[in-house]
């Protein structure tokens, strides 16, 4: 069995003091915010991270084996960050399918939204639940915070370099690898990838899905894409779009355009709202699509398929993330000492109007 990471030896690795340390990692006050980040980094590095607290997810699980006359609940973190929230068409699918997993085992859901993490642990009481799910972007100090808990945690749509724990992810890298390279088949060259790479790890995988099949043909992609569409700065604001709805994103998108010299033949999105967002302003400027144009999204909400023009997107089984991580947080307390793991969902690329070399045969096809 490994050692045990200690405070001591996160101090003496950074020269600093056990005092200096204690209070970085419970989070109270009197050590400098670049000292609290330098102290959690050197404890992610050491594997201070991956102990076990106190044995409680031990507890949980065998509150778990034995049952309890009291409900026992799941806790699902669900930080309210805009549109991260359960009436959204793709996060509210997610939360459906974590109450219908629970609901089956009897298990009891508390849906917690809170931006702040400094009031999170007024909120929870860790002897109260077997565990939670974090689903979607949630900040390091919020992971934290709940890591202090002793509080066994998975975590859907979201992963964490500092503090290992079990994530249930669509495979956003390959998906968008074979949308793309169905694209380039079809003798599309110029293609362009919409969406903030820095707003997520499911959207920087997707960019980087998008590049890996145009370098694999040689042609130009991201920041490169500037040659032939623009200035190098007018396409980065493509990669760097700031909106939490498709309305959101019309006037960057307006921008854009206004300023090609060209078109590209087709324009990857990361999202369907972006995607539904930029067909919007593609009308608005008499861009005919697909003809002019192909747009393709990701994720296949409702909206994809209710417009007037079908989108080609990728299939996301939501409720099936919410389901897996229900089951990956049950097997996590019944067995804390398992490796930690990263569960890949396998995705579905729905061909529809939206893309040139469809539009004579495509369906709205639902899910």
Request: hydrophobic share 40%.
């Amino acid at each position: 069995m490994a050692k045990k990471v200690t405070m001591q030896q996160i101090a003496n690795y950074l020269g600093v003091s056990k005092f200096v340390v204690s209070k970085a990692l419970s989070g109270k006050g009197g050590v400098s915010e670049s000292t609290k980040e330098r102290v959690i980094e050197a404890a992610a590095q050491l594997g201070y991270f991956t102990q076990r607290p106190a044995n409680k997810p031990l507890k949980a699980a065998r509150k778990l084996q034995r049952g309890s006359a009291a409900k026992q609940s799941i806790l699902v973190l669900m930080p309210n960050v805009r549109f991260q929230t359960k009436e959204s068409l793709y996060w509210g699918r997610i939360i459906d399918g974590i109450s219908a997993e629970l609901e089956k085992r009897g298990i009891g859901m508390i849906i917690l939204s809170e931006q702040n993490a400094d009031h999170l642990t007024g909120f929870i009481n860790p002897e109260g639940i077997l565990g939670m799910i974090g689903v979607g972007e949630i900040s390091s100090s919020m992971l934290l915070d709940i890591h202090r808990l002793g509080i066994t945690m998975v975590l859907v749509d979201h992963e964490d370099d500092l503090i290992p724990l079990d994530s249930i992810f669509v495979d956003n890298y390959e998906a968008t690898y074979r949308l793309t390279k169905q694209l380039i088949s079809s003798g599309q060259r110029d293609i362009a990838f919409v969406g903030n790479i820095h707003f997520s790890r499911s959207f920087n995988d997707r960019f980087l899905g998008y590049r890996a099949a145009m370098e694999e043909h040689q042609f130009r992609a991201g920041s490169e894409m500037s040659a032939a569409f623009g200035n190098a700065s007018l396409y980065r604001s493509l990669l760097n779009l700031e909106g939490y709805d498709r309305f959101h994103f019309h006037d960057q998108i307006r921008k854009w355009l206004q300023g090609l010299p060209q078109l590209p033949n087709a324009m990857v999105c990361g999202n369907d709202t972006i995607a539904l967002s930029l067909l919007d302003v593609l009308k608005e400027q008499g861009i005919a699509v697909p003809q002019q144009l192909s747009v393709t999204g990701f994720d296949n909400i409702e909206d994809s398929y209710m417009g007037e023009l079908a989108l080609t997107t990728v299939h996301v089984p939501k409720e099936m993330l919410g389901k897996k991580a229900v089951e990956r947080l049950l097997n996590r307390l019944q067995h804390p000492e398992e490796p930690i793991v990263k569960l890949l969902v396998k995705s579905e690329v729905l061909f529809r109007e939206s893309t040139a070399f469809q539009a004579a045969t495509a369906t709205s096809k639902q899910r």
